[in-house]
């Protein structure tokens, strides 16, 4: 949910000045408050209730099975923008759309022929993205270094040209983006600290995931690399992040600095920003399946991808990465017998957990 | 006035900093900041999120007489306080 989507009062007056006004000798200014004031409280309920049952935000598809739309935000910031794209319609001259499409469709099809799971909310909702979407500074608009899923749809800016590219050009990206929907549905784990390193640590491995089914990588062989795609090349960077070897997908570098991500528990984030480090810790659990997958063997999405989905489904808003540990272990020795889950604590074990 | 920024999250999740002293900038540049601050609007600290995920996240301290702190994510900015934003975000390394 974004700002143009509220009460316009809401957005404009802060609401420590709307209590102020609510006791105003005049009594328009007093009502004016008061209803501003009413339908902030509403929009907080609706959101609070949204976050605990995302099916209030889904838009439903005609047939009930994948459908895409894709629609161009032209360089603002109000989603979803112009329509330019819809399931079954030809490709267009613009490959920022035609990436959104191509590649919200091959995490659909890996999601619905792995787990058969139909769409994010497992009952069809429309795959809805926004492109060229910008960010607004209060004199105009510029390019967004950025992708976020807003709790409805995925958005995706075009990048400074300095450091980012268009974010559509990954699938990893865009399928980490759609994870984060499928999780709206699932765990809906809790976007702070352990928890919220956990989201984000699906996404990085389902992103990746659909990228290695969708390429044949097998997981001794397979790149864990995430975000390459969008960054402009250069010597102190390879990616956005480095599920392999978490802290090494950028050195020293002008604009990004050093990889913040730490590949042990020793090392885990406990400051406040980044909402306790949900992008910098998951880094651990992210190593964690790596390492898991590798002793595995094969394809990561045939066997450890299976335990790990098995386990998102399984998890609460409030898990940590000990829950994980637990749950995949778990799922590993019904699933696939002891020496499984033996690989899989081992691997928890190396990072700390 | 002092001005401490971080911006976290997005989805690369890089942290970034910046402090802006007004009394160590050129007159010019010192109204322009004091401007902005005043355009934001902000007497009491808040702190307001989205249930989006992969918004960059900004907290902003602005002590003068006393201190207001503000956390939130881009889609919570107002209007009003983008230009500051803004000016902090173009500073912060």
Known sequence: MTCQHRHPIQCIIPPYILEHMAHSADPALREMALVALAAAAAVRAVRAFSQRMPTMRVAPSPAGRRHRLVYDARGRDELPGKLVRSEG??????????EAYDFSGDTF?????????????????????SVHVAEADGRGY????????????????????????????????????????VQAFTSNLIYRGQSGALNEHFSDVFGVLVRQWRTGESADKASWLVGSEVLVPAPTRRAIRDMEHPGTAFTDDPALGSDPQPDHMKKLYTGPSDSGG????????????????????????????????????????TSQFIDLARITAQIAGDTLGAAAKKAVKAAWKKVGV | MRITFTQSGGFAGLLKHCRVDTAALEPHERTRVEALVVAAGWEVSWEKFSEGRDRFQYEIAIERETTVRVTCDDSCVPPEARPLVAYLKDRAR
């Open chain 1, 278 to 317: 949900v992008h910098i810790n998951s880094g651990i659990p992210n190593r964690a399946f790596v390492l898991a997958a590798q002793a595995l063997g094969g394809p990561a999405w045939e066997q450890t991808g299976r335990v790990w989905y098995e386990a998102m489904l399984q998890l609460s808003r």
């Open chain 1, 89 to 98: 319609e030809k490709k267009t001259a613009d490959p920022a759309v035609n």
């Open chain 1, 109 to 129: 099809d890996f999601f619905h022929s792995l787990f058969g799971r139909n769409s994010l909310d497992d009952a069809g909702m429309s795959l809805i993205s």
């Open chain 1, 142 to 181: 510029q390019p967004m270094s950025n992708a976020f899923w807003d709790g409805a749809q995925m958005a995706y800016g075009d990048g400074d040209g300095a450091v980012f590219r268009r974010f559509t050009r990954s699938l990893d990206v865009v399928a980490h983006e759609l994870t984060h929907g």
